[in-house]
């Protein structure tokens, strides 16, 4: 069975701060991983996704994760934050199933204080 | 910069009422999803379709819910009698390929069951 845990609900950070929003993942099948956010009154839009190769990779708006098999872990990082980077941050996986079903965490909301 | 389009972004409707939430995927997109979340929940699959036909559904998706694609833009999801605990926020998506492909979500459309 597959299963995303986002470890960290809430995330209240100072602008300018670098942040860490850490996921986790289980799976018994070789996974694709993804990091979604979610600004107020729109859709998911994917930020960064990991398919294969370098386990560190970058996505839009300064953000990185780096997956780590040994701890099945996808943390999301941005080494200063800004204001506008306030949003839902939702992991997801896939395992590969050529349908392309996602397997959600719960969300963490990142909180950007001036 | 093309989108998924969902309507209506509120739907509130009496419990054993019908009710059919509609998407427009991105042109050019193939396969097509459902996902729902219910408030301080997972985001979760609910169905996959691909070639006018499921192409994989989950054990929420079960005889009250059905999809279509009545046309060549619309993709929708009908739940024949509501029930309270189908209050959530239902997201539609879209991809040119199956996995691993980036999915396209729409903003979602919020159901509130009463």
């Known amino acids: 069975a597959q299963s995303v845990t986002q470890l960290d609900s809430q995330v209240p950070v100072f602008e300018e701060a670098p942040v860490e929003l850490r996921c986790n993942y289980s799976?018994?099948?070789?996974?694709?991983l993804f990091w979604y956010v979610q600004y107020p009154n729109q859709g998911l839009q994917l930020l960064l996704k990991?398919?294969?190769?370098?386990?560190l990779v970058k996505g839009i708006n300064g953000f990185e994760a780096e997956f780590n098999k040994s701890q099945t872990s996808f943390h999301l990082r941005k080494p200063s934050v800004h204001i506008s980077d306030t949003a839902e941050y939702f992991c997801a996986l896939d395992r590969g199933s050529t349908l392309g079903r996602l397997y959600f965490g719960r969300g963490t909301q990142l909180t950007v204080w001036p | 910069e093309p989108e998924v389009t969902q309507t209506p972004s509120h739907q509130v409707t009496q419990m054993g009422q019908e009710v059919i939430l509609r998407c427009v995927p991105i042109?050019?997109?193939?396969?097509f999803y459902w996902y729902r979340q219910i408030l301080g929940q997972k985001v979760e699959f609910l169905v996959s379709f691909y070639n006018n036909e499921i192409s994989e559904k989950s054990e929420i998706f079960d005889d009250q819910f059905s999809v279509e694609r009545p046309d060549g833009s619309n993709f929708t999801l009908k739940i024949r009698s509501t029930k309270l605990e189908d209050s959530a926020m239902y997201f539609c998506?879209?991809?040119?390929?199956?996995?691993?492909?980036?999915?396209?979500f729409g903003p979602g459309t919020r159901l509130t069951v009463t």
């Open positions: 799976s018994s099948v070789s996974v694709y």
């Open positions: 990991y398919l294969s190769g370098s386990t």
């Open positions: 042109s050019n997109h193939l396969y």
């Open positions: 998506a879209s991809s040119a390929s199956g996995s691993p492909y980036e999915q396209y």
